[in-house]
């Protein structure tokens, strides 16, 4: 027989920080994985509509992703390679270049940082910074970027700044984000007439940081029409634009890039999270070549690349972005998903659709109320976490490779857990 389990679980509280946080919510300890779905040491399963946040796009152990790694392990393929030339990171880049940028007309030098985004984010505004000659930097409401000190200065949650106990958390400008301020508060007029005016107190700002899709910040999905508007501020007043798609890359929004549709050119662009396909850390920092001014070894780290990553990655990038067809996919599930989520929000007096693509929730009005719902469907097979200022969201963030009957058994739980919630508070 095995050990106690209430004496084997003892090992986290011994011995993990107290920094674990998904765990405290999720308790069960998973084994297994496949595509949507997580499969627990006592036999039960889940499905995933967290995917590792954004990391698994794909799905959990992709097979034709799996058996490339396996192939190149097997055979003995570099493993670490700091930032030599390596097979791996060759077929990595022309991949990305054929698939992703070419098709798109954009032209990027792919700098690999150091495995995670927090470490895309530092990259991108220190060099923002070198290039400009300025420290400002512009950031807005309800974003999140990282929780390394640069990153985390751009950060608006108040609980992830704390983190940083009395460290500096300057050189930023906190700028309110699309509908920030309520639907007829125009926040480009506000931002600009702030930096049209010389006695605001804002100095010149070196760029502009933004999410096209505020993940943590409750889903808050810029317009197209904001985007390209943030961008005629930002040349307007020598800055730059950087596009942080950690979390709405890869095709979360619909597409693979999430400002694909506003027709704006970001100076940089991070890329993080399910940059590999498969799970792997990985990020990197998308740069306009006249930008490119980093002389050698100027931001490196020991583990900027990662060769497995690239393998992966590859993969993922032939197998779903060499044409249109996932991208037409992906459509059909954002609609599924809209009409899912207002069902839920059709039970709720006030609450709101957020998001858009695979990126979608419902604002249930309270952190309390979304956490109860997420808590209930948890314990009925299904894996959902909340985001938003006050985790008022409840927040999907399923595979994109999810099959539509998977999609819609979690929303059933969705539904049956937010009913059985409301009705017990009715009742109490």
Known sequence: MPKDMAQEKTIYARRESGARSYCRAFPATFTEARGSELFTEDGNRYIDFLAGCSSLNYGHNDPDMKAALIAHISQDGIAHALDFHTDAKEAFLRAFEENILAPRGMDYRVMMTGPTGTNAVEAAIKLARKVTGRRNVIAFTNGFHGMTMGALALTGNASKRGGAGTGSLGDVTHMPFEGAMGDGVDTLQMIESLLDNPSSGIDAPAAFVF??????????????????????????????????????????????????????????????????????????????????????????????????????????????????????????????????????????????????????????????????????????????????????????????????????????????????????????
């Open 211 to 428: 999410e096209p899709i505020q993940g943590e910040g409750g889903l808050n999905a810029a317009s197209d029409d904001w985007m390209r508007g943030i961008e005629r501020i930002a040349r307007k007043h020598g800055a730059l634009v950087i596009v942080d798609d950690i979390q709405a890359g890869c095709g979360r929004s619909g597409t693979y890039f999430s400002f694909e549709t506003s027709g704006i050119e970001p100076d940089m662009i991070t890329q993080a999270k399910s940059l590999s396909g498969f799970g792997l850390p990985f990020a990197a920092l998308l740069i306009r070549p006249e930008l490119d001014v980093w002389k050698p070894a100027e931001h490196n780290g020991t583990f900027r690349g990662n060769t497995h990553a690239f393998v992966t990655a590859r993969v993922a990038i032939e197998k779903f972005w060499k044409d249109d067809a996932f991208e037409k996919e992906l459509a059909a599930k954002s609609v599924m998903l809209t009409s899912a989520f207002k069902e839920v929000a059709d039970l709720i007096d006030g609450a709101a659709l957020k998001g858009r693509g695979l990126m979608q929730g419902v604002d249930v009005g309270s952190g309390d109320l979304a956490a109860a719902i997420c808590a209930r469907a948890y314990e009925k097979g299904l894996v959902i976490e909340t985001s938003g200022a006050h985790d008022e969201v409840v927040k999907c963030l399923a595979p994109l490779t999810t099959p539509d009957r998977l999609l819609r058994e979690g929303f059933d739980i969705l539904l049956e857990a937010t009913r059985e919630v409301l009705a017990e508070r009715s009742a109490a």
